[in-house]
């Protein structure tokens, strides 16, 4: 029997833009970046049309999810979905580097500069967003949805996910990676060591089918139990200062 909610996905191995249909239209998971509406709209295209996108869900305010974000909200009518946590992060239109933020490579590091000048136009969701304050927040839920939220801190202090429950299948945005850049499943950049530790925690508890991340290839939970412990000695590196 096909489950409720199906999973299409419209990026690329370095960016996945995912798509969920459902019996209640379809929720668009994150944007992509500045430039890329134009291209994203025809490939939605191919599979329905924006004002068919009920819900936009931001994983986390960074420019690789964040930059045509108005413009598909606008277009397609759609709510927005986001942690609290987001709001500031979006109306800067720019990325975040709290105090301690760091990178699990050396070649991360490089990547520091062009995100601290990497910025996408500010959002300001409207009145018809919902905002999630915590888990007890599940507004797909609330609608007869088979989708749980999951709060998962640490890449960023706003990452949240959606839990499929009928599949349990899991969309973590960058709570875990598995591109070229993130060979061991970690993400390339932390704001919260432990708190991304812990992150990983309770996915692996969720014990989901297939974990989709938004940076490479989907992949079994497996690889999260088994390169948890690395978490626990990680060593980041930081850009200098100046």
Known sequence: MKPAIQIHEIGNYMLRSYLLETPQGWIAVDSGYVGGFAAYRKRLGRLTTPNNVKYVFLTH???????????????????????????????????????????????????????????????????????????????????????????????????VGLFLEETRELLCGDATGNAIIAPTRQAV??????????????????NPSRIYPSHGNPFAPEDLAKYRKRLDKITLFYPKKG
Not at 64 to 88: C, I, K, M, W, Y
Not at 93 to 117: D, Y
Not at 189 to 197: G, I, Q, S
Request: proline share 8%.
């Open 61 to 159: 305010a960074h420019n690789d999810h964040t930059g045509f974000l108005g413009e598909l909200a606008h277009e397609s009518g759609a709510r927005l979905v986001l942690n609290e946590q987001s709001l500031p992060r979006l109306a800067s239109g720019e990325n975040a580097m709290p105090q301690g933020t760091g990178f699990t490579t050396r070649m991360g590091v490089m990547l520091s500069s062009m995100m601290k000048h990497s910025s996408f136009p500010p959002v300001r969701p409207d009145e018809t967003a919902i905002l999630l304050k915590s888990e007890a927040d599940q507004p797909f839920l609330a609608a007869g949805l088979p989708i749980r939220v999951v709060f998962l801190p640490g890449h960023t202090a706003d990452s």
């Open 189 to 206: 950049l932390m704001e919260d060591v432990p708190e991304f530790a812990r992150s990983w925690d309770k996915i692996i508890a969720l």
